[in-house]
Nanobody, 126 residues
Framework: QVQLVESGGGLVPAGGSLRLSCAAS????????VGWFRQAPENEREFVAA?????????????KYGDSVKGRFTISRDRAKNTVHLQMNSLKPEDTGVYYC??????????????WGQGTQVTVSP
């Protein structure tokens, strides 16, 4: 069982930055791909970013992003702390929503992960 705990949300003006964190408890992220999704009121949950946790003997990192955040958001992993971060820059009001961490042993970006976090609110003011 993996428990995901998000942190780092808050209120920020447009153009500002936030860094979200997703920590795993109960076990390591080893063997899982970790992603971020967001959901604004009255909208469907949207894929934001994903990263692999283990890159084989080369420790390769593979990441992908939703079209609306490419070039502004960066996902990264801290294997020593068993944590995934989402650095969000140049924030826009349309980035407002509840951000959820997710983990899956397959393609987490498909939106049907094995585990979800409880979510953290991000609000970007105009």
């Amino acid at each position: 069982q993996v428990q995901l705990v998000e942190s780092g949300g808050g209120l920020v003006p447009a153009g500002g930055s936030l860094r979200l964190s997703c920590a795993a408890s109960g076990r390591s992220f080893t063997g899982y791909n970790v992603g971020w999704f967001r959901q604004a009121p009255e909208n469907e949950r949207e894929f934001v970013a994903a990263i692999n946790w283990s890159g084989g003997y080369t420790n390769s990192v593979y990441s992908k992003y939703g079209d609306s955040v490419k070039g502004r958001f960066t996902i990264s992993r801290d294997r020593a702390k068993n944590t995934v971060h989402l650095q969000m820059n140049s924030l826009k009001p349309e980035d407002t929503g509840v951000y959820y961490c997710a983990a899956d042993r397959g393609r987490v970006e498909l939106g049907r992960p094995e585990y979800w976090g409880q979510g953290t609110q991000v609000t970007v003011s105009p």
